[in-house]
């Protein structure tokens, strides 16, 4: 029901109770005018994703941090932790802003400084999971030596310490906003970022890296995309040989430690660490240690003389595992077992994507099921009926790729995909793929290659390609020379609405958004650039949307500067994000707008 449907009774008796609601009125007036100011950044307090609710309870004003600053946080494993990390950025980092806080008084009296942080958790028990409560509140007081962080859960606490870092600044006296009211919420429950690490390979300290920049931008999904055709870099206890012979060499590999440290740093961050393990396609590494469960493997992706849906891969480096042989299952549960007991998560990416019918077709026995009557799209059933209730007997919901649902040519049931136990992710065709996925009554996680896929736009990697040896480019050149392209903006990613075209009860069904770095033409030298700021334009548009709230108009204009702002930030914590304007443009606001 909206507010206008709304009666107000009439006053008896006095006008005064009409004078005490017009007076209310303005205030509430005056207080939606300080969120807008406070949140949207035009006096130079830049928080990043944008709160939901951010007020000044006073005039604006910033107080000295003590020297003496604490943090008190009740006592827990990965909140205490990231109390003492955030003590540490705060009384470090030294913030000095790009544009100096404009209608901000300045305290320098050191009465009024800012002594204490304290930290009030509902729930210190709730684990990290999908759905978890991330809300806070956050109140620095105008002449308190004390500010509140209240929270119901260590999760919610982590966002608003991160919150906190943000509102402080000065060099050598550190200043922190005071006067300040926070509630806040993320929109979207699930705010991921793929990396493939696959195809190239990346550090332990990058992963670590880029879950850190993660938990700054109040992301909480690390979905990691470990293995493909190209590389099998996981050691597992009961299956070495897969990393023995199928990653880049021993130095090339993530070891059971690594993943254990990688998974307690997410922990410690905020940030859930979602293993994927794709089959049965883009399976081709398996071959260097079982070539017998593999079908097409290390063969020419696209043979001579035939057309495309001929093909064996969708790019260099084939490889399906055979539904077939019996052993399949065996080598397949054993590595489902070893990846349950390394990763905690309740989340478990099976994959499913991209099954080229000429890779199966190839096989010899699979040539056999074919010519006695059977399908593709059945072997693609066999394989998800064997595998997906040993993935459930673990506890875990299932997530595949929308292909096994969606694809024209290989697909399973809806009954092989029971709805309670399955999560569906899309990739092609935009809020399109988004719709049918919840028309068929599942939960959906949206990564649209046209808005969030990173690596579209640098160009292919075959070594051949004569489509640039032109005087007038092929289109695909002009579009980044890419499948995906062009090259997705900042801008691009953060007007995307994964909801778009959804009723409201639809849209409850669509658990959030991943962006997705592929590993083709990426890998750790190229990695920050790639990722930031871009992926903070998902996370801000994710947490807190993309439009005003008030008004409902996209706010990517007004974005602009606070992303400049955050950009800089980012890369004094260390983070090697790239420039998405010159310096002058943020020292000059407006000057490097389309209009005035």
């Not at 998800?384 to 096994?404: A, C, H, K, M, Q």
């Not at 009860?505 to 890998?523: I, N, R």
Request: net charge negative.
């Amino acid at each position: 029901m909206g507010s206008n449907s709304r009666k107000i009774s009439k006053p008896h008796g006095s006008v005064i109770p009409a004078i005490i609601l017009i007076f209310s009125l303005f205030i509430l007036q005056l207080c939606i005018a300080s969120v807008a100011s406070a949140g949207g950044g035009g006096n130079g307090i830049n928080v990043w994703p944008k709160p939901r609710i951010m007020s000044w309870t006073t005039q604006p004003r910033a107080n000295l941090l003590s020297p003496s600053f604490a943090i008190s946080s009740p006592k827990h494993f990965y909140l205490s932790s990231a109390a003492n990390r955030y003590l540490k950025l705060i009384k470090t980092e030294h913030h000095q802003p790009l544009v100096t806080p404009s209608l901000i008084n300045i305290t320098t009296s050191s009465s009024s400084a800012l002594h204490t942080l304290f930290i009030t958790v509902e729930s210190l028990l709730t684990p990290l999971q999908h759905g978890v409560n991330e809300t806070y509140t956050l109140s620095i007081p105008a002449d308190a030596s004390i500010a509140n962080l209240t929270a119901h859960t260590v999760w919610g606490a982590m966002r608003g310490l991160e919150t906190f870092s943000q509102l402080v600044w000065g060099k050598p006296n550190l200043q922190v906003a005071s006067g300040l009211y926070v509630w806040d919420s993320p929109l979207f429950a699930h705010r991921g970022l793929i990396l493939d690490t696959s195809r190239n390979y990346y550090g332990v300290d990058d992963i670590l890296r880029t879950i850190k920049a993660m938990s700054f931008n109040k992301m909480n999904v690390f979905h990691w995309h470990i293995t493909d055709s190209h590389s099998f870099p996981l050691v597992l206890p009961s299956e070495p040989d897969l990393a023995a012979k199928g990653s880049y060499g021993h130095d090339m590999q993530y070891s059971p430690d690594d993943v254990k440290k990688i998974v307690e740093f997410g922990l410690t961050h905020g940030v859930r660490v979602l293993p994927e393990i794709d089959s049965p396609g883009h399976t081709g590494s398996w071959a260097e240690a079982y070539p017998e469960i593999v079908t097409c493997a290390n063969k020419f992706w696209w043979p001579a003389e035939s057309n495309w849906t001929n093909r064996l891969a969708s790019e260099p480096g084939t490889g399906h595992l055979n539904p077939l042989n019996p052993k399949t299952y065996k080598i397949l549960k054993n590595v489902i077992n070893d990846v349950v007991n390394l990763f905690p998560e309740a989340f478990y990416h099976a994959g499913a994507d991209e099954i080229i019918p000429g890779c199966w077709k190839a096989d010899p026995t699979i040539q056999s099921f074919l010519s006695n009557g059977g399908t593709l799209s059945q072997l693609l059933e066999k394989f998800v009926g064997s595998t997906l209730p040993y993935i459930v007997f673990f506890n875990r919901t299932v997530v595949y790729w929308e292909d096994v649902l969606l694809d024209d040519n290989v697909n399973v049931r809806p009954s092989f995909l029971p709805k309670e136990h399955t999560i569906l992710q899309t990739w092609n065709n935009g809020p399109n793929n988004t719709k049918r996925i919840i028309d068929a009554g599942y939960r959906a996680i949206v990564s649209s290659s046209e808005f969030y896929y990173l690596d579209c736009g640098h160009g292919d990697f075959l070594g051949n390609d004569s489509q640039y040896d032109q005087l007038q480019p092929s289109s695909s050149a002009n579009n980044g020379g890419s499948w995906c392209g062009p090259f997705k903006t900042w801008q691009t990613i953060y007007d995307y609405d994964i909801t778009y075209g959804l009723s409201e009860e639809e849209a409850k069904m669509v658990l959030g958004g991943e962006v997705a770095l592929w590993s083709e033409q990426a890998d750790p030298k190229v990695l920050d650039v790639r990722l930031w700021p871009r992926t903070s334009a998902m996370a801000e548009a994710l947490w807190s949307g993309n439009r005003d709230e008030e008004t409902g108009i996209k706010r990517y204009a007004q974005a602009t500067d606070r992303l400049n702002e955050w950009r800089y930030r980012m890369v004094s914590r260390g983070i090697g994000a790239e420039p998405i304007q010159p310096l002058w443009c943020l020292r000059n606001p407006g000057m490097c707008n389309t209009v005035h």
